[in-house]
């Protein structure tokens, strides 16, 4: 690689960096930038997934619940924007069975208000059933 490849690469690699760095943190006291709401129905339970006002919900990297047993939940909706780039409407998953409270970690992909770049987000999950 001549000097001016590298030189190129490393400028790459800088400009990659800074536009991946982490988000800055949440106030305090701000809400959440995600809700999870539980259905129990007759054989299941239905998870939806719920975005603070303002903020959206990447449909390009579907959201997902890590569960403590080590299964993994994809939340999705047919409904996107025009560009397919965020949810339309509020993603949701089924969880068979029933328990009396839902943990895991949940990993999605947001963007706030007034941001260029969605961040990702990793909330731990402890909700009690209905």
Same mark, same amino acid.
Not at 39 to 56: D, F, I, N, Q, W
Not at 123 to 128: F, I, T, Y
């Given at each position: 690689?001549?000097?001016?490849? @590298?030189?190129?690469?490393? %400028? #790459?690699? *800088?400009?990659?960096?800074?536009?991946? =760095?982490?988000?800055? /943190?949440?106030?305090?006291?701000?809400?959440?930038?995600?809700?999870?709401?539980?259905?129990p129905?007759?054989?299941?339970?239905?998870?939806?997934?719920?975005?603070?006002?303002?903020?959206?919900?990447? @449909?390009?990297?579907?959201? %997902? #619940?890590? *569960?403590?047993?080590?299964?993994?939940? =994809?939340?999705?909706? /047919?409904r996107?924007?025009?560009?397919?780039?965020?949810?339309?409407?509020?993603?949701a998953?089924t969880?068979?069975?029933?328990?009396?409270?839902?943990?895991?970690t949940?990993?999605?992909?947001v963007? @706030?208000?007034g941001?260029?770049?969605?961040?990702?987000?990793?909330?731990?999950v402890?909700?009690?059933?209905?």
């Amino acid at each position: 690689m001549t000097g001016t490849a @590298a030189v190129r690469w490393a %400028a #790459l690699g *800088l400009t990659l960096a800074a536009a991946c =760095r982490a988000a800055p /943190a949440r106030k305090p006291g701000a809400p959440e930038p995600l809700a999870m709401q539980i259905e129990p129905r007759s054989e299941e339970m239905r998870l939806t997934l719920v975005a603070a006002p303002g903020y959206e919900i990447n @449909a390009r990297l579907k959201p %997902a #619940l890590e *569960l403590p047993e080590g299964k993994l939940l =994809r939340f999705d909706t /047919a409904r996107l924007t025009p560009d397919s780039a965020y949810f339309a409407e509020p993603p949701a998953a089924t969880l068979p069975g029933h328990r009396r409270v839902v943990r895991g970690t949940l990993r999605a992909s947001v963007c @706030a208000p007034g941001e260029q770049v969605c961040r990702s987000v990793a909330l731990a999950v402890v909700a009690e059933v209905p």
